[in-house]
């Protein structure tokens, strides 16, 4: 209120203001009665009922008739004239799933937690009722349902799409993903790396926009990193580079779930952050380790840094190899911010320091914890926009992909 009192002159501005808090609100919510948009808002009914018969004609918003609690109500939705697309990430114990328009503008959301080893099958059906549920909500029909992209926090190998590596993802190895889901989802879908898609967002829409060589490194659980050559993403022969987090940087080293010995995940990843700690506290997680390092515990700050150190050393070898001009650095660990970018920008300049060229700059993700999933949302768009039957509608696409 204390803004529309600053511009009391400016009707046009106030009301663009309102238009973009009702948009807003439909987005963050999915869907919205006008009288629920007029609470959510603030907003009168009265301004809610022209702001959204205005946006309606525009066609950014889309109502429907429905009841509620007894009483008929005007549904309020965003409008996805040209169909929605549907981003899945599947990390090590997370769930994501999120609905967008074709530009990438996500309508609602879903996160849910996942056993250590969870089974695809039974991960990919529920998802497909959570997509539904999703649709439902958003007021769409399952015809509006383009395509999927799905992220898999695992190197994946091309020309199978399958895990290109055992250990990481148990519960999806020798499984043809793209197949399984397609069938389970009956909607065209396309499979990349989660690292490799984060990279595709943060270029897109995050910390690498205008950056057309980088690097996105991604620090939770395991490690994994996307490289960007010349703006696109670099897949290698196989499709599966980036294996940033089994780069072997000691050699004879611990163990790691890959099989091999000394691989930098084994040294940094979360895992074994939380393993080097366990003696000092037990039943600890990743992210209780990241809260109690800002609050200032040593013993926490120390053993982030030292995985600083470590990931510095890969990221070092990486910028001598491509001469990246910005690594950034996403996943879980990077919350705890310079914490753990400042030992690795120690490691990369003093790595670094007899080049000519300037280091690259190191700096932390701007899309959080959604990188893979709007990355999975944006790999999707643009594998429909490179099929022409894509712009004849959900129901030929649907014929084109058999
Ligand atoms: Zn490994």
Redesign the pocket.
């Known amino acids: 209120m204390a803004d529309q009192r600053r511009t009391p002159g400016s009707q046009t501005s106030l009301r663009e203001a309102n238009r973009g808090r009702i948009v807003d609100a439909v987005k963050k919510h999915g869907g919205l009665t006008q009288v629920e948009l007029a609470g959510a808002t603030g907003l009168s009914p009265a301004t809610v009922s022209n702001i959204v018969k205005e946006l309606s004609e525009s066609g950014v918003l889309s109502t429907s008739k429905s009841m509620r609690s007894g009483r008929r109500a005007q549904y309020v939705t965003l409008a996805h004239a040209s169909g929605l697309v549907c981003g899945i990430h599947f990390s090590q114990r997370q769930l994501r799933v999120a609905l967008a328009d074709t530009g990438m503008t996500v309508v609602s959301e879903h996160e849910m937690p996942l056993a250590r080893d969870h089974r695809s099958d039974n991960e990919i059906r529920r998802v497909g009722m959570l997509i539904a549920d999703m649709l439902e909500n958003v007021s769409a029909d399952r015809d509006e349902l383009l395509a999927v992209g799905i992220a898999v926090s695992a190197p994946m190998d091309a020309a199978s799409g399958m895990i290109a590596?055992p250990?990481i993802l148990r519960g999806w190895e020798g499984i043809a993903i793209r197949e399984t889901a397609e069938r389970a989802l009956r909607v065209p879908v396309f499979v990349d790396n989660s690292s490799n898609l984060s990279a595709l967002a943060e270029h897109r829409l995050g910390a690498l926009r205008g950056h057309s060589d980088a690097v996105f490194v991604e620090v939770s659980d395991g490690i994994g990193a996307g490289v960007i050559v010349g703006g696109r993403g670099y897949r290698g022969a196989s499709g599966s580079a980036g294996e940033f987090?089994?780069m072997?940087i000691v050699e004879n080293g611990p163990l790691?779930?890959?099989?091999?010995l000394g691989?930098?995940?084994?040294i940094a990843g979360g895992d074994a952050i939380v393993e080097s700690l366990k003696n000092r506290y037990s039943g600890l997680k990743l992210a209780d380790v990241i809260v109690r390092a800002m609050a200032g515990d040593d013993v926490c700050i120390r053993s982030i840094a030292d995985a600083g150190s470590h990931i510095g050393v890969a990221a070092a070898n990486i910028a001598s190899m491509f001469d990246p001009g910005r690594i950034v650095v996403g996943g879980q660990l990077a919350r705890s911010g310079e914490l753990l970018l400042g030992p690795i920008r120690q490691v990369v300049d003093r790595s670094l320091a007899t080049r000519l060229a300037p280091p690259p700059e190191i700096v932390a993700g701007q899309l959080g914890a959604r990188a893979a999933v709007v990355g999975a949302i944006g790999f999707a768009a643009d594998q429909l926009s490179a099929f022409p039957a894509a712009a004849a509608g959900p129901a030929e696409l649907r014929a084109a992909f058999g």
């Open positions: 590596r250990g987090g089994h072997v790691c779930r890959c099989g091999n691989c930098l995940e084994a």
